[in-house]
């Protein structure tokens, strides 16, 4: 079982290591270069995170591990929706999906955008990922279909 609790200030560098995990890639092409986090397009997921008032993020640490994050920020990304509406990410470390810590993580920022007062949260997701189906589970619907994503929402008032 894992502990659910916010990222730590410290832990916040964790995070490219965590958006690098996120990026999807499709069966059977080769993991792209970590120098891909360096473009605008997704280093604005992670750049200065923490010094905007609606950058929230949660981990999931096992044996004192961190293995899991989900962070949110309002911002023009993949998954932007509307200026009122945070764009979500999530990641684990490979070892460390599959296990239900995603469904438990994410639950936990669900929980925590209604308390703050959100109307919803949004993520963009790849046709051919498996998460989609989790994420569907978990209340999002698609929004807008695009050439290789889905804009997903979920609504929580």
């Not at 410290?10 to 792209?32: D, T």
């Not at 999002?140 to 008032?157: G, Q, S």
Request: proline share 6%.
């Amino acid at each position: 079982m894992a502990e659910i609790r916010p990222l730590k200030s410290e832990e916040i560098p964790h995070l490219e290591e965590f958006l690098y995990q996120a990026i999807f890639i499709s069966q059977g092409l080769a993991p792209l270069p970590r120098s891909i986090l360096k473009e605008p397009d997704l280093e604005m997921y992670i750049k200065d995170f923490g010094q905007q008032p609606d950058d929230w993020a949660l981990a999931a640490e096992v044996d004192g591990l961190l293995v899991g994050v989900v962070w949110v920020r309002i911002m023009k990304d993949y998954g932007y929706y509307d200026d009122q509406t945070p764009s979500l990410s999530i990641s684990f470390l490979p070892d460390f999906r599959g296990q239900g810590l995603g469904q438990q993580l994410m639950t936990a920022m669900l929980d925590l955008l209604k308390a703050k007062g959100y109307p919803s949260v949004s993520l963009s997701v790849s046709k051919d990922n498996p998460a989609l189906r989790f994420y569907q589970r978990l209340g999002f619907v698609t929004v807008e279909e695009r050439e290789d994503d889905y804009l997903m929402l979920c609504r929580l008032k």
